[in-house]
């Protein structure tokens, strides 16, 4: 997938406020800090996309992208796709008072759980560290939900590569305890670009698994 364009549409504060859902979507969510306007824009690559921020807890709408790439179908020909990326308040720390996280809380689940054309989540984890209790939970709730998802392992450059093998290694033995088939799993440098082929490829098969479905 080659992306030709990527720009801001708009933020919501609840999910009826999001556009149309006209498009297949892709939403990205994870810790505070985890890097993950980090590696929207290096998906995107356009820097200053999302907004980067030192401050943990500073997404704190659901904010909307629109997307317009090219693909390669099966004849070979490139075909040109529009589809939204969404950038999510994280969830964990954040100097917020109890009262904001229980409203981003509500926010959230009620986007994941009613956003119909949402096509898949990317949880984002920190490869820094071994596997976070609030990660686990997190994936847990979405299975039970039945929602469909990917994990992304982050700040590959931040690690020796064999502290990233072991540490992603722990936490996708850590979901095998519970999960008969694991989902799909990346690891991703947003300074090296590491992982960007991946993700947009699988987004790719997920872009045509939606057309076929709206039988475009």
């Given at each position: 997938?080659?992306?030709?364009?990527?720009?801001?549409?708009?933020?919501?504060?609840?999910?009826?406020?999001?556009?149309?859902?006209?498009?297949?979507?892709?939403?990205?969510?994870?810790?505070?800090?985890?890097?993950?306007?980090?590696?929207?824009?290096?998906?995107?690559?356009?820097?200053?996309?999302?907004?980067?921020?030192?401050?943990?807890?500073?997404?704190?709408?659901?904010?909307?992208?629109?997307?317009?790439?090219?693909?390669?179908?099966?004849?070979?020909?490139?075909?040109?796709?529009?589809?939204?990326?969404v950038d999510l308040p994280g969830y964990g720390y954040a100097k917020v008072s109890q009262k904001q996280r229980k409203s981003w809380t509500s926010m959230i689940e009620d986007?994941?759980?009613?956003?119909?054309?949402?096509?898949?989540?990317?949880?984002?984890?920190?490869?820094?560290?071994?596997?976070?209790?609030?990660?686990?939970?997190?994936?847990?709730?979405?299975?039970?939900?039945?929602?469909?998802?990917?994990?992304?392992?982050?700040?590959?450059?931040?690690?020796?590569?064999?502290?990233?093998?072991?540490?992603?290694?722990?936490?996708?033995?850590?979901?095998?305890?519970?999960?008969?088939?694991?989902?799909?799993?990346?690891?991703?440098?947003?300074?090296?670009?590491?992982?960007?082929?991946?993700?947009?490829?699988?987004?790719?098969?997920?872009?045509?698994?939606?057309?076929?479905?709206?039988?475009?």
């Amino acid at each position: 997938m080659q992306i030709i364009s990527a720009s801001y549409i708009k933020s919501s504060a609840i999910y009826t406020q999001c556009p149309p859902a006209d498009k297949a979507e892709y939403a990205f969510i994870g810790r505070s800090n985890v890097g993950k306007s980090s590696l929207i824009n290096m998906l995107c690559d356009k820097k200053g996309l999302a907004k980067i921020s030192s401050a943990p807890g500073k997404t704190q709408l659901i904010n909307h992208f629109i997307i317009n790439d090219l693909a390669k179908d099966n004849t070979k020909a490139k075909q040109g796709k529009s589809w939204y990326l969404v950038d999510l308040p994280g969830y964990g720390y954040a100097k917020v008072s109890q009262k904001q996280r229980k409203s981003w809380t509500s926010m959230i689940e009620d986007y994941i759980l009613k956003r119909t054309n949402l096509g898949n989540l990317f949880v984002l984890i920190d490869s820094r560290h071994e596997p976070q209790k609030i990660d686990l939970e997190f994936v847990d709730q979405l299975g039970e939900w039945q929602v469909p998802f990917a994990i992304v392992f982050t700040k590959a450059d931040k690690n020796k590569p064999g502290a990233t093998v072991k540490n992603v290694q722990m936490f996708m033995d850590a979901l095998n305890e519970n999960w008969a088939d694991a989902p799909p799993h990346f690891v991703s440098s947003a300074i090296r670009g590491d992982g960007r082929k991946e993700v947009l490829d699988f987004i790719s098969d997920l872009n045509k698994e939606y057309a076929a479905l709206q039988g475009k």
